[in-house]
C-alpha cells in the first residue's frame, strides 16, 4: 500500500479486518505501550499537532477510510446503508433547509469537503460555504466542486472568519470544534453570523461529567484518543457548548448519540486490532509518518472510551459522549 502524502483519492479498502470481540482495554493499552509509547504519545500535550496531523493523514482520509472522503465518524441506524450512515450528520442539516431561495449554509472544519458537497447536490438553491485550516484540505474540495455553482470553500480558522461570512440559515460543525480554544467567544462569533431563525448544529465528542473519577484505564485511553486525534488539550466537557451557546442568546439543547457509533467504532477497533498483531503491519506503523500511524491509536481505543470495558457495548460506561447539539437564534 502507498503511503505517499500526496495519495491520489482512490479509495483502497485493503486494511485487514481483525477479531470480532473487542481486545480487552489493558490489553489495547499494551499495544499502544509497545509500539509508540503511552508516555510518548501523552507528552503532546497542549502541542499545536492540529495542522501536522492533518497533513500527514490525508492519505488516510482520501483514500483508505471511505470512498466518500468523510472524515468524521458514522452514525449507524437500522434503516441506513453505509453511504447514509456517513452522511447521516448531514440529513440532520438538510432537514433543517426548505425550497426558500437564498438560504446560506456554513460548515465550520469542511476537511475535504464531504458534507458540503453532499448537500449543495441536494440543495441547488442553496449557498454551501465550506471553511478549512488546512489549504490542502481546500484544494482537494475545490476540486472536487467544480460542477457545483453553490458550493465554495475558503481557508479560514475559527477565530478569522471571512468578512462576508454572515447571514446564515445554518452554520454546522461535524468534530472539529473540539479544537476551539474558547467556547464562550465563539459561541458569541456564531449567533452573530446566524440571521434570525437560524440554526447552529454541532457533532462531537465530549468528556463526560466526572471524567476524573472513571477508572484509571479508561481515562489513559481516552487521553490517548484525543491525543492521537490532535484534541491535545482534551475534548470539551460535557454541557460546556450548550452554556456557551445559551449565552450567546441562542436555544440550545442536546442528546448523546453515542450508541449511533458503535458499529463504526467496531469496525475501527477490529482493523486496528489487526494492524497491531499483525507483524507486517505493525513494522509498517513504525515506518509511518509519526502523527498518520498514530490514527491506529484512537481506532483502537475509540471503542473503549464510548462503550467502556464491559462484557457488552454499554455507552453509560464509556468516559466521552458523542452528541449533537442544537442551537436555534430567535425570530424578533
Known amino acids: 500500500m502507498n503511503f505517499d502524502l500526496n495519495a491520489t483519492t482512490a479509495f483502497d479498502a485493503s486494511i485487514p479486518v481483525g477479531p470480532e470481540a473487542p481486545v480487552p482495554l489493558e490489553e489495547a493499552l499494551g499495544f499502544v505501550d509497545r509500539v509508540f509509547g503511552i508516555d510518548t504519545i501523552l507528552s503532546d500535550k497542549s502541542l499545536e499537532i ?32 453505509e453511504e447514509g450512515a456517513f452522511f447521516a450528520q448531514a440529513q440532520v442539516v438538510s432537514d433543517l433547509l426548505t425550497s426558500a431561495p437564498g438560504q446560506r449554509v456554513l460548515e465550520l472544519g ?29 484544494t482537494r474540495a475545490r476540486a472536487k466542486a467544480s460542477n457545483l455553482p ?3 470553500f475558503r481557508c479560514a480558522s475559527f477565530d478569522a472568519l471571512p468578512e462576508d ?8 460543525a461535524v468534530e472539529t470544534l473540539c479544537y476551539a480554544r474558547s467556547t464562550d467567544d465563539l459561541a ?29 484505564a479508561l481515562v489513559t485511553a481516552a487521553r490517548l484518543y484525543e491525543a492521537t486525534t490532535a ?25 448523546s448519540i453515542t450508541a449511533k457509533t458503535h458499529q ?27 502523527y498518520f500511524a498514530r490514527n491506529a491509536v484512537a481506532g483502537l481505543l475509540g471503542y473503549h472510551v464510548c462503550f467502556g470495558d464491559g462484557p457488552e457495548p454499554d455507552p453509560e460506561r464509556g468516559v466521552i459522549a458523542y452528541q449533537q447539539i442544537m442551537a436555534r437564534k430567535d425570530v424578533y
Request: charged letters at 20%; glycine letters at 8%; aromatic letters at 10%.
Open 50 to 81: 492540529v495542522a501536522k496531523y492533518y497533513r500527514q493523514s490525508i492519505p488516510g482520509y482520501a483514500a483508505i477510510y471511505n470512498r466518500w472522503q468523510c472524515m468524521h465518524l458514522a452514525l449507524h441506524e437500522p434503516h441506513l446503508d
Open 110 to 138: 469542511c476537511g475535504l469537503g464531504a458534507n458540503t458537497l453532499h448537500l449543495a447536490a441536494r440543495h441547488p438553491g442553496t449557498d454551501f460555504i465550506g471553511l478549512d485550516l488546512m489549504a490542502e484540505h481546500v
Open 150 to 152: 453553490n458550493a465554495s
Open 165 to 172: 461570512a454572515e447571514g446564515f440559515d445554518v452554520i454546522f
Open 188 to 216: 458569541l462569533r456564531l449567533a452573530r453570523l446566524l440571521r434570525p431563525g437560524g440554526w447552529v448544529v454541532i457533532f462531537d465528542a465530549h468528556r463526560k461529567e466526572g471524567f476524573e473519577t472513571f477508572p484509571v
Open 231 to 255: 484534541v491535545t488539550r482534551g475534548f470539551h466537557r460535557d454541557g460546556a457548548w450548550e452554556r456557551a451557546l445559551t449565552a450567546a442568546g441562542l436555544v440550545a439543547a442536546s442528546e
Open 264 to 290: 463504526g467504532l467496531a469496525t475501527l477497533h477490529r482493523r486496528a486490532t489487526k494492524v497491531f498483531v499483525d507483524p507486517k503491519w505493525r513494522l509498517m506503523l513504525r515506518t509511518m509518518p509519526r
